[in-house]
């Protein structure tokens, strides 16, 4: 089974708007962590937001904020205010197990092309 | 100055040579790791190292080897490469004391066998 799954391979907003990415993700280890990654046409992957299993909070980050639904196993992206810029491929992914004591790898999904429309 | 580098940036090479893909980081990260990318399937892990003594399997690490040279450096070696390992190779660090295990990355390497 997919660990990750991103189950939208492309998205198009129109500038301004918001967004939201989803994401999905299987464990059955209590303690996770659950990343976004921008990456660009220029190939560097960028974080941009974290949530922890244990975090009570939706994580926000400027314009970037986490729908966490831990029944659900969901972790949508949610950009605000969309921007030319935004346009780009987004990764999500997931650390299984605390973060500290070990090397944890990440394990991610397959992305989702967001284009912004002018 | 980019905390994360790799080198070359993009190469192309013919099946069967032996290649080398270099990453140094200053960031005094202890976690190093490599990824490789292909469209569709998001990035997948092939090797990561928790210190110098320290090097680990991911999930795809057969046709592959590692080195880690010192704390700055680990290096990834196809040593006889072939077409499907064409992929862009990511290297990335992380903390040890990062709470969130979050993970920098390089900018990438792309990469064509022939």
């Known amino acids: 089974a997919q660990k990750i799954t991103q189950t939208q391979p492309g998205m198009f907003v129109q500038e301004k708007e918001a967004v939201t990415l989803d994401c999905t993700y299987d464990?059955?280890?209590?303690?996770?962590?659950l990343f976004w990654y921008k990456q660009p046409s220029s190939g560097e992957m960028i974080f941009l937001i974290y949530?922890?299993?244990?975090?009570?909070q939706n994580a926000t980050e400027g314009r970037y904020s986490l729908n966490f639904q831990k029944a659900r196993k969901s972790a949508n992206l949610v950009i605000s205010a969309s921007q030319l810029g935004d346009s780009a491929m987004y990764f999500c992914?997931?650390?299984?197990?605390?973060?500290?004591?070990?090397?944890?790898?990440?394990?991610f999904g397959s992305g989702t092309q967001l284009t912004v429309l002018p | 100055d980019a905390d994360v580098t790799q080198t070359p940036r993009n190469r192309i090479t013919k099946t069967g040579k032996r290649i080398m893909l270099e990453c140094s980081q200053t960031?005094?990260?202890?976690?190093m790791y490599w990824y490789r990318q292909d469209p569709g399937l998001g990035l997948r892990l092939i090797y990561y190292?928790?210190?110098?003594?320290?090097?680990n399997k991911g999930e795809i690490s057969d046709g592959y080897s590692v080195s880690r040279q010192a704390q700055a450096k680990f290096s990834l070696s196809l040593e006889s490469a072939i077409p499907n390992q064409t992929a862009l190779y990511f290297c990335?660090?992380?903390?040890?004391?990062?709470?969130?295990?979050?993970?920098?990355f390089g900018p990438g390497t792309r990469l064509t066998v022939l």
């Open positions: 960031k005094g990260h202890d976690r």
């Open positions: 190292s928790f210190d110098v003594k320290d090097i």
């Open positions: 464990t059955s280890d209590p303690s996770y962590g």
């Open positions: 949530q922890g299993s244990y975090d009570q």
């Open positions: 990335a660090t992380g903390a040890l004391q990062d709470p969130y295990n979050e993970q920098f």
């Open positions: 992914a997931m650390r299984e197990g605390p973060s500290s004591g070990s090397a944890r790898q990440l394990t």
